[in-house]
């Protein structure tokens, strides 16, 4: 399986500011991934991180409220701006090795906004 | 729309019992079916079904799936507390992306 890290591994946030969660892979892992899994619910994909190029966003997340970077194949971070309690959630990376490959979930960043 | 749906939603059965989960999809552009267990935050991957009618089996933990029937089930023999999770199903729509179900809660009573 791939080696997948992510921090923080948890944060308690004040609303208005923002959080940087840090993932990284290993070097098999072409594709990468940004879930959120909100209370209770199951995980809905954010966006495709691209390397070097804008991520590719899933409907109803948009770039200034998830701003995504991917500067070389194995690092990427997500940005959680301007935080409300809503923002509360589970905040998943994933990374597959291939089209033909499964994904794998690094440990996740449970992040709580008061 | 794509939708994963799975039942049942929660499930409390006694250590030792067979349990069954269930996966329904109808997903654009299939290309292959996944299964994860979540325990505390990170979903860990169990088994990657392509073909249909081709059992995956992993210790007491196996899975099949039905293309005709647009289905999965997930099997579970002799129980054990240590397999009380949240039981995942996903569904690749096309190249990459990941559709999931609502997710099975077991519990597993000693």
């Known amino acids: 399986s791939a080696v997948i890290s992510q921090k923080p591994s948890r944060d308690i946030c004040q609303r208005g500011t923002s959080l940087t969660i840090q993932c990284q892979v290993d070097?098999?892992?072409?594709?990468m991934f940004w879930y959120r899994q909100q209370p209770g619910q199951s995980l809905t994909l954010i966006a495709t991180?691209?390397?070097?190029?804008?991520?590719?966003?899933e409907s109803g997340f948009v770039i200034d409220k998830f701003p995504i970077s991917r500067p070389n194949l194995t690092f990427s971070t997500l940005t959680v701006s301007n935080m409300s309690p809503e923002d509360s959630s589970i905040y998943l990376c994933?990374?597959?090795?291939?089209?033909?490959?499964?994904?794998?979930f690094g440990p996740g960043t449970r992040l709580t906004v008061l | 729309e794509d939708k994963v749906v799975q039942s049942p939603l929660s499930l409390v059965v006694h250590e030792g019992d067979t349990v069954t989960l269930n996966c329904s999809y109808e997903?654009?552009?299939?290309?292959?079916l996944l299964w994860y267990k979540q325990e505390k935050k990170a979903p860990t991957f169990l088994f990657m079904l392509?073909?249909?009618?081709i059992e995956k089996k992993s210790g007491r933990l196996s899975s099949i799936l039905d293309k005709k029937e647009l289905s999965s089930i997930l099997n579970i023999t002799a129980t054990q507390t240590g397999d009380s999770a949240i039981y995942l199903c996903?569904?690749?729509?096309?190249?990459?992306?990941?559709?999931f179900g609502q997710g099975t809660r077991l519990t597993i009573n000693p």
């Open positions: 994933s990374g597959d090795r291939g089209p033909t490959d499964t994904q794998y």
């Open positions: 070097s098999q892992v072409t594709m």
């Open positions: 991180a691209n390397q070097g190029s804008e991520a590719t966003y």
């Open positions: 997903v654009t552009n299939f290309r292959s």
């Open positions: 392509t073909s249909s009618g």
């Open positions: 996903a569904v690749f729509q096309g190249a990459q992306k990941l559709v």
